[in-house]
């Protein structure tokens, strides 16, 4: 059994994803999973190496182990990089029935959903696809599914979401689960913002049969790390923690123990025989 982080380098880490991979290291310990480490480079215009070596010393300095992946940059960029497997994706998008082509501009969407749902404009046009005009969208189920007691609906909360961008890159949503099928990744764990990636993928992997993708039971969603109201992340410019990282590991631990109230750790191995 299996699980991964999955980092995506368009900006330097923040404490939102060190307290991830450190949870992520932690219950794959406790769990007896396999550990692997993926970095989603599939958009690499917005993906830079200096993040993607930040990724691999942040995993060094907390001193986490991975079991399979890319060892280093010159390892990842010859032999792992998303931006080489856009035959591979596109292939891969040729399996799934339930897709169609569509026209609609970002605005377009907008004005008619405040929240950007797709109105379903283009569902019965049966559009000619054409690179650099079209889209291609995943044509959603009516189902919902519960975590720890959460309902994601996919028509009400997710919609129709894009699986091929109109400048020729595939979604996150369509990358991620080929890599886990791929991978043989059998359990998840991501922050509770996630949520909603994790209902449109295992509908995704269902009508793709994917037989063998994580199932509900084995997804885990965290708490957010929460700064002034609002969680960390990359688009807010939230502060890198690499610089207190490399100082003293044992901060960030402390930090995550405390977060998660577990046990007072200082390092990785503490923190699996305290908690």
Same mark, same amino acid.
């Given at each position: 059994?299996? #699980?991964?982080?999955?980092?995506?380098?368009?900006?330097?880490?923040?404490?939102? %994803?060190?307290?991830?991979?450190?949870?992520?290291?932690?219950?794959?310990?406790?769990?007896?999973?396999?550990?692997?480490?993926?970095?989603?480079?599939?958009?690499?215009?917005?993906?830079?190496?200096?993040?993607?070596?930040?990724?691999?010393?942040?995993? *060094?300095?907390?001193?986490?182990?991975?079991?399979? !992946?890319?060892?280093?940059?010159?390892?990842?960029?010859? %032999?792992?990089?998303?931006?080489?497997?856009? $035959?591979?994706?596109?292939? /891969?998008?040729?399996?799934?029935?339930?897709? /169609?082509?569509?026209?609609?501009?970002?605005?377009?969407?907008?004005?008619? %959903?405040? =929240? !950007?749902?797709?109105?379903?404009?283009? *569902?019965?046009?049966?559009?000619? @696809?054409? =690179?650099?005009?079209?889209?291609?969208?995943? %044509?959603?189920?009516?189902?919902?599914?519960?975590?720890? !007691?959460?309902?994601?609906?996919? =028509?009400?909360?997710? !919609?129709?979401?894009?699986?091929?961008?109109?400048?020729?890159?595939?979604?996150?949503?369509?990358?991620?689960?080929?890599?886990? @099928?791929?991978?043989?990744?059998?359990?998840?764990?991501?922050?509770?913002?996630?949520? #909603?990636?994790?209902?449109? =993928?295992?509908?995704?992997?269902?009508?793709?049969?994917?037989?063998?993708?994580?199932?509900?039971?084995?997804?885990?969603?965290?708490?957010?790390?929460?700064? $002034?109201?609002?969680?960390?992340? *990359?688009?807010?410019?939230?502060?890198?923690?690499?610089?207190?990282?490399?100082?003293?590991?044992?901060?960030?631990?402390?930090?995550?123990?405390? /977060?998660?109230?577990?046990?007072?750790?200082?390092?990785?191995?503490?923190?699996?025989?305290?908690?």
């Amino acid at each position: 059994m299996r #699980t991964r982080i999955a980092p995506t380098p368009n900006g330097h880490l923040h404490l939102g %994803n060190i307290f991830n991979f450190i949870y992520t290291a932690y219950m794959a310990n406790k769990k007896g999973l396999e550990l692997g480490l993926r970095i989603d480079d599939h958009d690499h215009i917005r993906c830079k190496d200096i993040y993607i070596e930040e990724v691999f010393e942040a995993i *060094k300095l907390l001193e986490i182990d991975i079991d399979f !992946g890319p060892k280093n940059l010159r390892d990842f960029k010859n %032999n792992f990089s998303q931006a080489k497997k856009h $035959n591979e994706y596109w292939d /891969f998008l040729k399996g799934l029935e339930r897709k /169609f082509n569509c026209e609609c501009s970002r605005k377009k969407i907008f004005e008619n %959903n405040e =929240q !950007g749902l797709y109105p379903g404009f283009c *569902k019965n046009k049966e559009i000619s @696809f054409v =690179q650099d005009l079209h889209a291609i969208r995943y %044509n959603s189920p009516n189902t919902s599914y519960h975590f720890d !007691g959460k309902e994601i609906s996919i =028509q009400r909360d997710i !919609g129709d979401i894009i699986l091929w961008r109109k400048d020729n890159i595939p979604s996150y949503q369509l990358v991620s689960i080929y890599e886990d @099928f791929s991978d043989k990744v059998t359990h998840i764990f991501r922050g509770e913002d996630l949520l #909603t990636s994790s209902a449109i =993928q295992i509908a995704l992997a269902n009508d793709f049969g994917l037989s063998t993708f994580p199932k509900i039971e084995n997804f885990s969603h965290h708490s957010l790390v929460i700064e $002034n109201g609002e969680k960390l992340s *990359k688009s807010r410019h939230s502060d890198s923690v690499m610089e207190a990282l490399r100082e003293d590991p044992s901060i960030i631990y402390l930090l995550f123990s405390e /977060f998660m109230t577990l046990q007072p750790s200082e390092n990785l191995s503490e923190l699996i025989s305290k908690n």
